[in-house]
């Protein structure tokens, strides 16, 4: 039992040459310029942290002149920029091109997502003790300033307000019911949505509110379905033989 689940302790850590390595073709993953520059400022201020995956070849024939980045190829980037010469890195050992892709997008895709409230308690506090340190978070000051601003908001009370929210209901010449609802937001929050409205309104060309939202609700249901799912973008074709799997 103890032999498999150090079976599952995958790959050897490693100190390479950061010149010893190369980024593969294929990754999806893009960076913007600011999100680069705040990854400089990371490594700049905790040093290069955490590895760089790579693996050493595939599964059959020779390994590789340089192991190849399956996870880290912004970080490698980033170390190269500041003046490292070497980089920590997991090599994987040998792995064929399809399990290389699919960890590829496991490793970019499966480090969960913030809660929001936690997330803010937590910068909230950072600020309130060590606010130099909030320029080193990958966001824009002002995209910061807007989320901070939830922490200030009292959400018991708004939690109250919310429950009053059934209103007037009134039905159009075909008998549709519709109902006025309503919900108290960050002042932020309800511009961006306003905004997000009213261009839905511009691109579906459609004369009103209700129907703008309705496109909104829409989506995200969607959206949401696709992610709990696991749903596969529509571009991806299937082989006939994966057809057959997943059928």
Do not use: C
């Amino acid at each position: 039992m103890q032999s498999n689940k150090l079976a599952l302790l995958a790959g050897t850590q490693k100190t390479l040459p950061i010149d010893a390595i190369e980024p593969n073709p294929w990754n999806p993953n893009v960076q913007s310029g600011f999100k680069f520059q705040k990854e400089l400022m990371s490594i700049r201020e905790f040093g290069f942290i955490d590895p760089i995956t790579v693996r050493s070849g595939r599964e059959k024939g020779p390994l590789f002149q340089k192991p190849q980045i399956i996870d880290g190829e912004h970080r490698w980037k980033g170390a190269r920029a500041v003046g490292l010469d070497k980089v920590h890195v997991l090599d994987v050992g040998r792995l064929s091109d399809d399990k290389a892709k699919v960890l590829t997008d496991v490793l970019n895709n499966l480090r969960g997502e913030n809660d929001p409230m936690k997330w803010t308690a937590m910068v909230q506090s950072v600020a309130d003790s060590a606010p130099e340190l909030l320029e080193l978070l990958p966001y824009k000051k002002d995209e910061l300033d807007t989320l901070l601003k939830a922490a200030q908001v009292d959400w018991d009370d708004l939690d109250e307000l919310n429950n009053e929210h059934h209103a007037n209901e009134k039905r159009d010449t075909e008998g549709k019911l519709y109902k006025k609802f309503s919900v108290s937001l960050p002042a932020a929050t309800m511009t961006q949505a306003a905004d997000l409205i009213r261009k839905i309104k511009a691109a579906h060309k459609l004369d009103n509110d209700a129907a703008a939202f309705k496109v909104l609700l829409d989506h995200a249901t969607t959206a949401l379905s696709a992610k709990r799912q696991s749903v596969p973008p529509p571009a991806v074709k299937l082989s006939s033989k994966a057809r057959r799997v997943t059928e």
